[in-house]
């Protein structure tokens, strides 16, 4: 059995978080188990970009000091190790860490902030399709990695927990290449396991006290959940969390698939610590969650799903030309036009929305395909 833990927490209160944390590592058998003194532990958080904690769509800063302290007092070294959207440099590490709260948690603490930029190449022989990568030195390196993960939803997996926030193993710009290789949503699904697979982190918890709704990971609204969430077992942090937002595992790629390639059984899930019933929201809102109805042919489905997919649109209004969205775009289907615009060549466009996702104005949204709209309509009317 893969045993998941469900805690509260009113707030960020640093107090509340440590107290709510100890009392899932005592359910969980203890972290002085696991962490034993002189043990180099990366803590990777999910840093999508350089944004506020406020924003929700990172790993709050309160919880990763918690972790901190927590490893430290068991004896561990601690690095927090993270691979944001765009370039792997240390100009925007320092960025990222300085907006997201990580800097203040090191000073505060003590940890050690990566700005080791190397990559180690590891085979991965049990994966699908990715049988061999390059992920971030300092993960292959450490004797503990300890997955931080935020709960949001996500526009392309529709959801972003504990298994895709190991996608920021890979370096920088290197994800991009996922995105093309992979733009069948089920295929970088599969790769998203593939990369888990290699990076195997010990510890996972989920921070949803504040969790993101709507347009994530990037540009969604914030949502009070007051919820962490932790195991051993990553597929179980997940699978605990959809239940708590009401999402049915089937209905995201990673968990679907991972159930098929029989690294996920529902049935071998315990979930233990507050009853989920009681942390429910009335309502959670999940775009990507625009399925025809069950009854629909699955061959028709697909067809729909991949012939008429939302496609990013830029709203000029918003933009400030930063080109950030050029910078991460896998296809290289943006640029800029004549009179200074950003503009999108849908003939290049995969819909993988890392555009959408790391848009530092959220100026950019998701335009639904008429047909598709149509087809929509009918069914909910």
């Known amino acids: 059995m893969s045993k998941v833990i469900v805690n509260t927490s009113e707030n960020y209160r640093i107090d509340r978080v440590v107290n709510c944390l100890e009392e899932m590592f005592d359910q969980m058998g203890g972290l002085d188990k696991i962490i034993k003194p002189g043990m180099r532990v990366a803590i990777k958080p999910n840093l999508l970009a350089a944004k ?6 990172t790993t709050h800063p309160s919880v990763v000091k918690a972790v901190v302290s927590m490893v430290q007092k068991a004896g561990g070294i601690v690095t927090i190790v993270e691979s944001p ?13 300085s907006v997201t709260g990580m800097e203040a948690v090191a000073d505060e603490t003590g940890a050690e902030l990566n700005y080791d930029l190397r990559v180690e190449k590891i085979e991965n022989p049990d994966a699908k399709y990715v049988k061999s990568l390059k992920i971030l030195k300092p993960l292959k390196d450490a004797d503990i990695i300890i997955n931080l993960a935020k709960l ?34 089920d295929k970088f699904a599969d790769a998203l396991l593939d990369i888990f697979m290699a990076s195997k982190p010990q510890i996972n918890i989920i921070d949803g006290i504040i969790a ?24 179980a942090c997940d699978y605990a969390a959809l239940k708590i937002i ?28 507050v009853d989920i019933e009681l942390v429910k929201p009335d309502e959670f809102d999940v775009p990507a969650l625009e399925h025809m109805s069950q009854s629909t042919p ?3 489905l697909r067809y729909i799903s991949n012939k008429f997919r939302p496609r990013p649109e830029i ?29 999108i060549d849908y003939s290049k466009c995969i819909s993988c929305f890392c555009c959408h996702e790391f848009c530092p104005e959220n100026s ?18």
Not at 170 to 181: M, N, S, T, V
Not at 364 to 381: C, D, G, H, Q, V
């Open 152 to 185: 949001k939803t996500h526009r392309m997996m529709v959801y972003s927990g504990a298994v895709k926030n190991m996608f920021g193993s890979i370096a920088g710009l290197e994800k991009a290449d996922f995105h093309l290789r992979f733009s069948d949503y």
């Open 212 to 235: 993101m709704e709507g347009e994530g990971p990037g540009s969604g609204v914030p949502k009070y959940l007051g919820v962490l969430i932790a195991s051993l077992d990553a597929f």
């Open 298 to 300: 699955l061959r028709l």
């Open 315 to 343: 709203l000029h209004d918003k933009c400030i030309t930063c080109g950030k969205c050029k910078q991460v775009c896998p296809p290289q289907a943006i640029s800029v036009s004549e009179d200074k615009k950003m503009v």
């Open 364 to 381: 950019i949204k998701i335009k639904k395909n008429t047909i598709r709209r149509i087809l929509e309509y009918r069914r909910l009317s």
């Open 246 to 273: 009401g999402v049915n595992y089937k209905d995201v790629p990673v968990l679907r698939l991972a159930e098929e390639r029989r690294m996920f059984d529902k049935d071998q899930v315990e979930i233990a610590g």
């Open 85 to 97: 959207g765009g370039p792997y440099n240390t100009a925007l590490l320092k960025k990222v860490y």
């Open 52 to 57: 506020n904690p406020d924003d929700a769509a």
